[in-house]
């Protein structure tokens, strides 16, 4: 037999095992088959394995391994992970600020000056701000699956900065600053002539810019994809966590003496967070300076 009708019989083998050929076929098959030894081989190779299929019996998988396997393969989610603990979580630790903070202020300044009710509101903002922080540094990466702004750091920088905003404070408050130079004779040239309000200006935005700067240097090298707008986003989230703090140093003094403080608190946040993040990148990777520029 030739070597087409070799292959002819490999066409007819599926219909003619399954009991589908014509009687044509059927018995053209059979005389190939039996002239063929080669064939011969591979029809009884496909009939051997045509009734093991027909005698296949299904098993059914013991309870204690199906448990077992899913056991094994099912992602069980941390405690931690979970939306309502990291809400708890937030809530404590946002308490926690807002007290940790206030005990920190009352030794470098009087809090007396206010009235109960607008400790607590202030309170309650600084506990609802550390709070929002702490949860965009938990699930930030899931509210921009690509990662462009670094939500995460920018929650992460914004409570770094807070907190060394505060051992700051608590070292040296601005107002003890401002209060040394304008004691001191040799500061009394630079500061002499410079009234209460623009001090604070001055002495308000260093710092905010000192602290901001030096945390997001530090965290700049992870924001390549935009790291002026997440600089950006992390002056913002960290004059918002400061503005409290501002607000209960500024309890004996004038509303212009307080604002200027705030501008200057703004002006330093905004400018020290995408300078920082901005300044790492462009040192760090020559590629992403290439594409900054």
Request: aromatic share 10%; proline share 4%; with cysteine.
């Amino acid at each position: 037999m030739s070597q087409t009708k070799c292959d002819d019989i490999l066409t007819l083998l599926p219909p003619v095992l399954a009991g589908q050929a014509d009687a044509i076929q059927q018995a053209a098959f059979e005389l190939h088959v039996q002239a063929c030894g080669r064939c011969a081989q591979i029809v009884q190779a496909h009939r051997s394995l045509w009734q093991q299929i027909e005698r296949w019996t299904d098993e059914l998988v013991p309870a204690e391994l199906d448990l077992a396997v899913r056991a094994a393969t099912v992602k069980r989610p941390v405690l931690w992970q979970q939306p309502v603990v990291q809400v708890a979580l937030a809530l404590g630790f946002g308490t926690l600020v807002c007290v940790a903070g206030t005990l920190l202020l009352s030794g470098s300044t009087s809090l007396r000056v206010f009235h109960p009710a607008t400790l607590l509101f202030w309170g309650a903002v600084w506990a609802g701000l550390s709070a929002f922080a702490f949860l965009l540094f938990f699930r930030g990466d899931e509210l921009e699956p690509a990662q462009d702004l670094g939500l995460r750091l920018v929650g992460l920088g914004g409570l770094l900065t807070l907190g060394l905003s505060l051992a700051v404070t608590r070292t040296c408050s601005v107002g003890r600053l401002i209060s040394y130079c304008e004691m001191q004779p040799w500061t009394r040239a630079v500061f002499g002539d410079l009234d209460t309000a623009t001090n604070y200006f001055v002495f308000g935005g260093l710092y905010a810019l000192l602290p901001l700067f030096c945390v997001s240097f530090f965290l700049g090298g992870r924001l390549r994809r935009s790291p002026v707008i997440s600089g950006l986003l992390m002056g913002t989230l960290f004059l918002a966590l400061s503005l409290p703090g501002i607000v209960l140093q500024c309890g004996a003094f004038s509303f212009g003496v307080a604002m200027s403080w705030i501008v200057g608190a703004a002006l330093g946040s905004l400018v020290a967070g995408p300078v920082g993040a901005w300044l790492r990148v462009r040192l760090a990777s020559p590629k992403a300076a290439e594409r900054l520029a």
